[in-house]
């Protein structure tokens, strides 16, 4: 069965930094397209990041240089480094394999605030 199960989030001050992690189960991550994304409240989900199968990745032009998005093949995760946090970065994240019909995960939540 395939799972993938978000980690990492939480509550910090502008500027700041998180890790946030996606665990696979039940498929090997790094045969596949990978893909972060965010709901903000009242706002529709969103690609922030994602990591192809042979590794280019592509990110959304407001994170730029903030987010980086890797794999840990060992692990079977796919992690999303988040720097120099903004209050405009507060939303659910996701992961996603296999696009908008594909598996996600349940979410962690971010939030940027003073």
């Known amino acids: 069965q395939v799972q993938l199960v978000e980690s990492g989030g939480g509550l910090v001050q502008p500027g700041g930094s998180l890790r946030l992690s996606c665990a696979a189960s039940?498929?090997?991550?790094?045969?596949?397209?990978i893909g972060w994304f965010r709901q903000a409240p009242g706002k529709e989900r969103e690609l922030v990041a994602r990591i192809s199968r042979n590794g280019f990745t592509d990110y959304l032009d407001s994170v730029k240089g903030r987010f980086t998005i890797s794999r840990d093949n060992a692990k079977n995760t796919v992690n999303l480094q988040i720097k120099i946090l903004k209050p405009e970065d507060t939303a659910v994240y996701y992961c996603?394999?296999?696009?908008?019909?594909?598996?996600w995960g349940q979410g962690t939540q971010v939030t940027v605030s003073s």
């Open positions: 996603n394999v296999g696009g908008p019909d594909g598996s």
């Open positions: 039940g498929f090997t991550l790094d045969y596949y397209t």
